[in-house]
């Protein structure tokens, strides 16, 4: 089967810094993927891993052990603004990707 | 660039009636996907296109269909709804390359 585990909920301060894990096990794998839900809104892209190692987008970074088949998500110096759901996304060799179920985010004052 | 649209935004069904979700894209993307999420929980694939005239089913694709004439339009159909159908439904697109997924505003879906 295929799967991607992630903690359900993170609660953090302003200014702080937060990680967030994803562990996966599925048939193909091209790269993780991590995206940012608003409640009520679209998934919106924040970063990807096609190979081990860590990717800077600002704020945010991504991390990648193919080995582990484990990656992260870290996010530095939290706003209110990042309080939404995140989801680690394996691609598959057909561009497919598979969710995980998410993990929501309360950045708290 | 409007990126990935659909319509409608906002429907109520009752049980057995069929509709189609509209999906558009003006990016020239060869992929296209339909998902499904319930509340609290991941995406899950419905069915996927990589060009005109391809498609394939995803993870749950029973209850569905979808066809792609073009490379713009991917629209879904549900036939004879039911309740299990009662989602909100997103369509996305991606280059032949690309990571990125580019996901439209979704489609909120009641059926009662």
């Known amino acids: 089967g295929q799967s991607l585990e992630q903690p359900s909920e993170v609660t953090a301060v302003e200014g702080a810094i937060v990680q967030i894990n994803c562990t996966y096990q599925?048939?193909?794998?091209?790269?993780l993927s991590w995206y940012q839900q608003h409640d009520g809104g679209a998934p919106t892209f924040l970063s990807y891993n096609g190979l081990d190692g860590l990717e800077e987008t600002g704020r945010f970074s991504s991390f990648l052990s193919r080995s582990d088949s484990y990656g992260y998500l870290l996010l530095q110096e939290l706003q209110m603004k990042d309080s939404a759901s995140y989801f680690c996304?394996?691609?598959?060799?057909?561009?497919?990707?598979?969710f995980g179920t998410g993990t929501l985010l309360a950045v708290q004052p | 660039n409007a990126g990935v649209t659909q319509t409608p935004k906002f429907r109520i069904l009752k049980i057995g009636q069929s509709m189609t979700l509209q999906c558009a894209q003006d990016?020239?993307?060869?992929?296209m996907y339909w998902y499904r999420q319930d509340p609290g929980m991941g995406l899950k694939l419905i069915y996927y296109?990589?060009?005109?005239?391809?498609?394939d089913k995803g993870e749950v694709p029973n209850g569905y269909n979808v066809s792609r004439s073009t490379t713009e339009d991917f629209p879904l159909r549900l036939e004879l709804a039911a309740p299990s159908q009662t989602s909100v439904y997103f369509c996305a697109s991606v280059q032949r390359e690309g990571y990125e997924q580019y996901f439209g505003p979704g489609t909120r879906l009641t059926v009662t």
């Open positions: 296109s990589v060009g005109a005239g391809i498609t």
């Open positions: 990016m020239n993307h060869n992929y």
């Open positions: 599925t048939s193909g794998f091209y790269g």
């Open positions: 996304a394996v691609r598959d060799g057909t561009n497919k990707l598979i």
